[in-house]
């Protein structure tokens, strides 16, 4: 009995196999996220160094370039970008050259809580402390709205040289998918001889100032924010009188890469040829 017909159906079923395989991008990178770093950004200005993936480049690093010196000097920036992870991290860094970089009724009001700090004495002792505390200007009052804010406030700048806005030793800031997390030692703001924070792991927008004083300044480490598809983790957001002054190592992953689904066509496969043969039949 002859069985072309066979034969030629089982053809054109390999034939159009191939097509579908041929005809359809491979599987590798479909399931890929963006995501991108960088090291340092000052008054919205874009961060640098910048690492982007895919497009690159996808790691970057160096120092703070010369003629930034008034608003910030040294540091040490290295970041890397990969699928759906990426890493910033800063060393040995100065944030601004002291109160002259500030609006004068910051700055005097920065002087005015020095000066309060300076009297405290090293224990908590409530008299004293509520008259120190009294002898700030109303607005301060009004803010600081307690001389147990007050203290805790002399505790972050208190014995500072005011020599600098803010310093870091390490940062460390990573984001995973829509996870995030953020490493630091040796904070200090104003020069002060007191770290503001030194662990491994700081809680997700963890504000290191009594929330009275956001209005005059406000320090953010681990701030986390949403926007579409992309997941932002900035390592430590520095704010004053309520306006966004420098954002120290910042990581985002992002949405699925898009891929072309719709590659060009391939040519059609030629038209299978029937096979006569004779093959024995049992039965």
């Known amino acids: 009995m002859k069985i072309h017909a066979k034969a030629g159906i089982a053809c054109v079923a390999l034939a159009t196999a191939a097509t579908m395989m041929l005809g359809v991008p491979s599987a590798s990178g479909d399931h890929q996220s963006r995501s991108s770093a960088y090291g340092f950004s000052l008054g919205g200005s874009p961060g640098e160094p910048a690492a982007k993936f895919p497009e690159g480049p996808r790691s970057a690093g160096g120092e703070l370039p010369a003629e930034l010196e008034q608003l910030a000097a040294g540091g040490v920036l290295t970041v890397t970008a990969e699928d759906d992870r990426a890493t910033a991290e800063v060393t040995d860094l100065t944030l601004g050259s ?74 460390h800031v990573e984001c995973d998918d829509r996870t995030g997390s953020v490493a630091v030692s040796d904070v200090r703001i104003f020069g002060s001889t007191v770290p503001i924070n030194d662990t491994d792991n700081v809680a997700a927008n963890t504000s290191v100032l009594p929330a009275e004083l956001e209005p005059l300044i406000k320090i953010t480490l681990n701030r986390q924010t949403t926007e579409g598809e992309d997941f932002t983790v900035d390592g430590l957001v520095l704010e004053l009188g309520g306006q966004e002054v420098a954002v120290l190592a910042s990581t985002t992953c992002g949405g699925p890469i898009a891929h072309d689904r719709n590659p060009e066509p391939l040519p059609p496969a030629p038209t299978p040829t029937p096979v006569d043969r004779n093959v024995p039949v049992t039965g």
Do not use: H, M, W, Y
């Open 98 to 171: 002291g109160l002259d970089q500030l609006p004068e009724e910051l700055r005097t009001a920065l002087q005015q809580i020095k000066g309060a700090c300076d009297q405290l004495p090293p224990e908590p002792a409530p008299d004293v402390d509520e008259q120190i505390f009294d002898q700030l200007p109303g607005n301060l009052q009004e803010l600081i709205a307690t001389p147990g804010n007050l203290r805790d406030l002399c505790l972050v700048i208190g014995g500072g040289t005011f020599a600098e806005l803010a310093s870091v030793d390490t940062l």
